[in-house]
């Protein structure tokens, strides 16, 4: 004799399918995929409850990645007990902008942690992120721990690092100058808006949706309350995201209600 399902069984199995067809829908607007990509994501949709359109997942030549993003959440939603990060000393060297860093993840209360490491260096990173190496490095480090302590099998975006991005042109290099590594720079401090100004001219995105996008990334009701972290984050993500993969972003920005121009 069968026992009825339970009713938060149920509506979790609605959740699912709706969530499953969303992600379907939004992923083949920007690329086509085969059948075999709607399974892998159908299982990581249903094991993980990722969202395209929250900017959570992403395909690259028909392969899914999960995003910073969408494991931050997850280890949120999980109730991750904390995160230790760390410099590898020996393995470091600021002169050349290279760096490894060692990332623990502790799900629980009483885990003993899952490590993950991630280094970063100018011939492994987007020329637009130069001076930014060791930000790179922490957020590789972090993915790779939250993978190992959820069991996510597919690899995030931000540790394929620049092997999923076009060849740029010499031209297309000397229009971004190499970043400080001081946080001074492009990516920090005053300068932080005309660099996302930059990356919205050079890409011809919407600045009302990049502006709802920002709020929702940083986690915040208005981006007045993000703190400049979160904002150099969004920034150097936003501009990674562009130029790996434009048609992607443009569909998750399309994602965003529109907002009258002059709108607050």
Request: hydrophobic share 35%; charged share 25%; proline share 5%.
């Amino acid at each position: 004799m069968e026992l009825p399902a339970r009713k938060s069984d149920t509506k979790s199995v609605r959740n699912f399918k709706r969530l499953l067809r969303e992600n379907v829908r939004l992923a083949r607007g920007t690329i086509p995929f085969s059948s075999r990509a709607v399974g892998i994501l159908a299982s990581i949709t249903r094991d993980f409850q990722f969202s395209y359109r929250a900017g959570e997942l992403q395909i690259i030549d028909g392969n899914w990645y999960v995003t910073h993003t969408g494991l931050l959440r997850l280890a949120r939603r999980k109730k991750c007990h904390g995160i230790h990060v760390q410099a590898v000393d020996s393995l470091c060297d600021s002169a050349a902008s290279r760096f490894v860093l060692k990332a623990t993840v502790y799900p629980s209360e009483n885990s003993s942690g899952f490590v993950g490491y991630g280094d970063a260096d100018p011939s492994n990173v987007s020329p637009l992120v130069h001076g930014a190496e060791m930000r790179v490095a922490e957020t590789r480090a972090v993915n790779r721990a939250l993978r190992k302590a959820y069991g996510i099998g597919i690899c995030s975006v931000e540790e394929i690092g620049s092997f999923a991005e076009p060849p740029q042109t010499s031209r297309e290099s000397k229009k971004l100058p190499p970043q400080p590594a001081n946080g001074n720079g492009t990516y920090g401090g005053p300068r932080v808006r005309d660099r996302l100004c930059q990356i919205i001219r050079q890409h011809q995105l919407d600045p009302n949706l990049v502006k709802a996008y920002a709020t929702d990334f940083c986690g915040v009701k208005t981006l007045r309350e993000a703190t400049r972290d979160q904002v150099e984050n969004f920034v150097a993500h936003l501009a990674d995201w562009a130029e790996k993969d434009r048609n992607a972003l443009l569909c998750q920005l399309n994602s965003y209600p529109r907002q009258k121009e002059g709108a607050a």
